[in-house]
């Protein structure tokens, strides 16, 4: 099966170019089997190699496959290979696993829309592009893949273009993340020029003994690659852009902000992990990125009232964990909660697409309520991937992949690192329940009558990430011991002691949810029209602002200088050169009057000048 590994990004590929150039040509049916179908046939052969990986593993855990040479260039000879182990196997696992799931979901709920075929071009495009960048064996094909996930998210994001918000939000989503990529980029260009190859096994060979009496530009190369790892996962300080990115169909946010792209940079940084040991403030750095966060994200979730908007600030809050546990060393915890992360916050995503299409569109949770009956299938889907990302004790995946992190943060003795997750952990049980008391107890406020979605596409999906989910998830362990470095060991009285009291903090976030937001809310309405409260909340529902310091300090500044340039004096100097040339255009053009007396003269006229010329020669 590992000589099918090709076909994992072929398949999307080969999708996207039907549906790409012809997707005015395919009826819905057709063109949901070749988008759905060809992610298919990747999760498949994915399947498979998870198998063989299991029960015959290759020699040294790794196989390769080498399909060409993309470039040959003097010394500069990178190769199209593919290398699977364990971490890339569990990247592909999740992108073609999940991101099928998602395909299945969006059949359904994108019917009848005018660009059906269009999505599924877009979707495709994503998958293979997320499957290059995993998969492949240096770092300029990971780029590849890197720039292809931000083009094709930006197409997903404005997707609806028709709308002038979609098209800010999508620009948006692509400008932030391109700040990025640029440090990332950076970044690539010194690991060339001091190392000789982007392949990267040999970067981290040659880069310990390379860097050993260098660590301020080793600690440069690794806050550059951080910089590109920030971008694309949204975290401090370039989150501004995942919640915008809402704007795009509720399928795209599962795929994109829950399973996929917003793991890049977790992934990115897992894999070149000697380049962070090698910077002890860098891989600090990761860690107090991720604490800030995720704490950030958490407090302003408390107060949202888009449904899509709560589950994008905890995308960036439990990407924030990610970042923590690789700050912390907890290398292998932080791909394990990438992994059940997927499973969670795709179903709570897609959950969230039946209540919005149930409810009209609606968004608002405000205007929503008592929705427990109405959409039972989404309300346990609700219940069962909130409980998961509250971490709900022994019952929930969430739960186990959390307490790694945190057992990880003590044991390596990081402790500050160990009570923001803790702080953070509480904050995500509290906003999770205030979410789903919300939006599926009390009365209904709609205007109209919900629907309930039904069909094989649909209900599949959400069940089997609702059984991914619970338990389930928390005991699939990803094989990456051998791919990563070992996490701080902890006695077993230490995993147990860390267990009860990060369950009891679960359980007590819970209970203040219900408090707070069961019922009538009377403690929370009366709470609402203190000032000092308000202007807290409002605090909170800016995201601490960034979105407003970041428009006066770029943004605004950026459009005065466009403002006085607009008649650039360069541009100015080139026009005036041109103008005695338009001039004389002009008056010959005046002798084009199509009359054949003035053709004949002018013939003659010219006739008369040459022959005078040459007889004064």
């Not at 971008?231 to 852009?241: C, E, H, M, R, V």
């Not at 604490?291 to 994200?297: D, E, F, G, N, S």
Request: a neutral charge.
């Amino acid at each position: 099966m590992f000589d099918l590994l090709f076909l994992v990004f072929l398949a999307p590929m080969v999708g996207f170019l039907l549906l790409a150039f012809g997707r005015d040509k395919w009826s819905e049916n057709a063109a949901a089997a070749i988008g759905v179908g060809s992610v298919g046939i990747s999760a498949a052969v994915v399947a498979g190699c998870v198998f063989q990986f299991m029960t015959s593993p290759p020699d040294g855990g790794v196989f390769s496959q080498q399909l060409w040479t993309w470039i040959d260039v003097g010394s500069f000879k990178p190769e199209l290979r593919l290398r699977l182990d364990g971490l890339s196997l569990t990247m592909i696992s999740v992108i073609c696993g999940v991101g099928f799931l998602i395909h299945l979901f969006a059949s359904w709920y994108m019917r009848e829309d005018p660009g059906y075929g269009r999505f599924f071009s877009y979707m495709n495009l994503f998958v293979m592009s997320m499957v290059f960048l995993v998969l492949g064996d240096n770092l300029l094909l990971l780029y590849l893949g890197w720039e292809g996930v931000g083009l094709a998210s930006y197409l997903l994001i404005g997707f609806w273009y028709s709308d002038a918000a979609n098209g800010a939000a999508a620009r948006k989503a692509f400008v932030v993340t391109r700040v990025g990529d640029t440090f990332m980029a950076i970044a690539l260009f010194l690991l060339w020029r001091d190392l000789g190859t982007l392949d990267i096994q040999e970067i981290l060979k040659a880069a310990p003994a390379f860097y050993a009496d260098k660590p301020d530009l080793i600690t440069a190369i690794a806050l550059l690659m951080l910089g590109g790892a920030v971008g694309k996962s949204a975290q401090l300080p370039l989150q501004t852009w995942l919640p915008d990115a809402m704007a795009g169909p509720t399928p795209v946010s599962a795929l994109i902000h829950a399973a996929t792209m917003v793991t890049a940079g977790v992934y990115l940084i897992a894999r070149t992990h000697t380049l962070f040991e090698l910077s002890p403030f860098a891989l600090s750095m990761v860690g107090a990125t991720g604490a800030v966060t995720l704490l950030i994200a958490g407090f302003t979730a408390m107060v949202q009232t888009d449904i899509k908007r709560v589950l994008a600030y905890s995308t960036m809050s439990q990407i924030g964990y990610m970042f923590l546990a690789l700050g912390a060393g907890a290398w292998s915890a932080a791909i394990f909660h990438l992994m059940t992360h997927a499973f969670f916050k795709a179903l709570l995503f897609l959950a969230s697409g039946a209540v919005i299409l149930g409810c009209h569109h609606e968004q608002n949770i405000f205007h929503m309520g008592g929705l427990r009956k109405k959409l039972p299938l989404a309300f346990w889907s609700f219940v069962i991937g909130g409980a998961a990302l509250a971490a709900l004790p022994y019952i929930t995946a969430g739960f186990y992949s959390k307490d790694e992190i945190l057992i990880g943060a003590w044991a390596g003795g990081n402790h500050p690192l160990f009570y923001a997750a803790l702080f953070g952990a509480f904050l995500t049980s509290i906003y999770t329940a205030r979410l789903i008391f919300i939006t599926f107890f009390g009365k209904y406020h709609g205007h109209a009558d919900v629907h309930a979605g039904h069909g094989i596409s649909y209900n599949l999906p959400l069940l089997v990430l609702i059984v991914l989910s619970t338990a389930v998830g928390g005991f699939i362990h990803p094989p990456v011991d051998a791919v990563l470095p070992a996490s701080p060991h902890a006695e077993h009285s230490l995993h147990t002691t860390i267990a009860l009291v990060s369950g009891g903090v679960a359980l007590l976030g819970v209970g203040i949810g219900y408090l707070l937001f069961f019922g009538e809310r009377r403690f929370v309405t009366a709470l609402g029209k203190n000032p000092t409260a308000k202007l807290i909340a409002k605090f909170w529902f800016s995201a601490f602002g960034f979105d407003w310091l970041y428009d006066r300090l770029f943004v605004k500044p950026f459009m005065f200088f466009v403002h006085l340039t607009r008649k650039d004096a360069f541009d100015t100097v080139v026009m005036s050169l041109t103008q005695p040339l338009t001039a004389l255009n002009g008056l010959l053009a005046r002798t084009q009057t199509g009359q054949i007396r003035w053709y004949a003269a002018s013939m003659a006229g010219g006739a008369v000048l040459i022959i005078a010329l040459v007889v004064l020669s």
